[in-house]
């Protein structure tokens, strides 16, 4: 326990060596293997100050009833509202992947929408632009303030920010996969190593588009895929929003504004986004996601 003690010290200051870290006394316990062991799956042996003692234990979410799941030694013990909780690590095996699906749901991911998908659907637009608007006025005030409590409330302002955007990825990845999983088909996605470079963004909509964590989002759709049997796959995103899916003419003009695609070749018109993600479910795949 000491050397789990030692270590959770040492963890809070690689976060920051200028802070000197302040640990409430009923604070998470890092277990691992050495202190913690199971015995079953509803009785855990923890060491506590006083010697082993086994619990009885209460399972919540849903992957323990999966055959194959396997419990780690690895766990946090959390105590909250009177209760204790343990987080525990477990492995989930992946179904195995089936053969190639013959069809496949595209996915952009975008600058007027998160995310865009070639059913015509499209994820979370403009609320989350608001709060994101809201947010980035809030902390420029707060930073040309700089006292030491306008520090402590951006620095709050950023964690609830962050968690708000995880919880938008959560939601979008798992709308997406069980999209795809419903209708039997694959995911593509672009390979994402050039999203920088591939449009010509205005100013004000690159603070939109590349602070947001499209990484953190192609992780979790990976992940859920996986879990799915989903299989996920990356095409090469260059061109998809220049050419029209409808008579393959590849053309810049074809974009008259950010939002809007029209053809210059035979006219067809509509959500840039999605005839983005039209052309994606169509390209061949480059790679496999590295993210799962
Ligand atoms: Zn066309």
Not at 2 to 21: F, G, L, Q, T
Not at 144 to 153: E, P
Request: net charge positive; hydrophobic share 40%.
């Amino acid at each position: 326990m000491a050397v789990r003690a030692i270590s959770k010290a040492c963890e809070a200051y690689k976060r920051d060596k200028k802070i000197r870290p302040k640990f409430r006394p009923l604070g998470a316990v890092a277990y691992d293997q050495r202190i913690l062991s199971w015995k079953g799956r509803d009785r855990v042996s923890v060491l506590t100050l006083a010697g082993r003692i086994i619990v009885p234990v209460v399972w919540q979410g849903r992957w323990l009833g999966t055959t194959g799941t396997v419990l780690r030694g690895a766990a946090d013990l959390i105590y909250r509202d009177g209760k204790f909780y343990l987080a525990v690590v477990i492995d989930v095996p992946e179904p195995p992947a089936g053969s190639e699906p013959a069809e496949w749901l595209g996915v952009d991911l975008g600058i007027v929408n998160i995310a865009a998908d070639s059913d015509g659907n499209t994820y979370c637009g403009k609320a989350v632009r608001a709060v994101r608007y809201r947010n980035r006025q809030l902390r420029a005030r707060l930073q040309s303030k700089g006292t030491k409590s306008a520090k402590r409330l951006l620095a709050k302002r950023r964690r609830r920010e962050s968690r708000f955007a995880r919880d938008v990825n959560h939601v979008i990845s798992k709308a997406i996969v069980s999209e795809a999983k419903g209708t039997g088909r694959g995911i593509k996605l672009e390979d994402l190593s050039g999203i920088n470079a591939r449009t010509t963004v205005r100013k004000a909509q690159r603070a939109d588009r590349l602070s947001w964590s499209f990484y953190q989002l192609r992780a979790f759709i990976a992940y859920k895929a996986a879990l799915a049997g989903v299989p996920v796959v990356l095409v090469d995103p260059r061109n998809t929003s220049r050419r029209c899916p409808g008579c393959g003419h590849i053309d810049k003009r074809n974009r008259p504004d950010q939002a809007t695609f029209r053809c210059i070749s035979c006219g067809l018109a509509g959500l840039a986004d999605i005839f983005a993600a039209r052309n994606i479910s169509g390209w061949a795949a480059v790679s496999l996601p590295d993210a799962a």
